[in-house]
């Protein structure tokens, strides 16, 4: 079992910063993919970027592209999600994700519990 534990979300204006950190803890050594997904109120779950635990391949939703940037620190089991130029179309639960297949197709084998980003016009 992996566990992820999301931390950074909140409230920022149109145009602001945000860094999202996940923790994972448990088999780490499993760990082949991480990833961040969202779900806005009324909306499917989406994904949002991928990263390559090994190695540093990456993968990006184009509504994010050139704002958002994944990166990661092995040392210490943990990824982050560095969002630049909010918009309020941005506004989500945000969850972490690890799991197996590709960056541009995550099959997610364990969830985080989420961490709400809301951006302000």
């Known amino acids: 079992q992996v566990q992820l534990v999301e931390s950074g979300g909140g409230l920022v204006q149109a145009g602001g910063s945000l860094r999202l950190t996940c923790a994972a803890s448990g088999r780490t050594n499993t760990l082949y993919l991480m990833g961040w997904f969202r779900q806005a109120p009324g909306k499917e779950r989406e994904f949002v970027t991928a990263?390559?635990?090994?190695?540093?391949?990456?993968n990006y939703a184009d509504s994010v592209k050139g704002r958002f940037t994944i990166s990661k620190d092995n040392a210490k089991n943990t990824v982050y999600l560095q969002m630049n130029s909010l918009k309020p179309e941005d506004t989500a639960v945000y969850y972490c994700?690890?799991?197996?297949?590709?960056?541009?197709?995550?099959?997610?084998?364990?969830w985080g519990q989420g961490t709400q980003v809301t951006v302000s016009s």
């Open positions: 990263i390559r635990w090994v190695g540093s391949s990456t």
């Open positions: 994700a690890a799991g197996f297949g590709s960056i541009w197709n995550v099959k997610v084998n364990y």
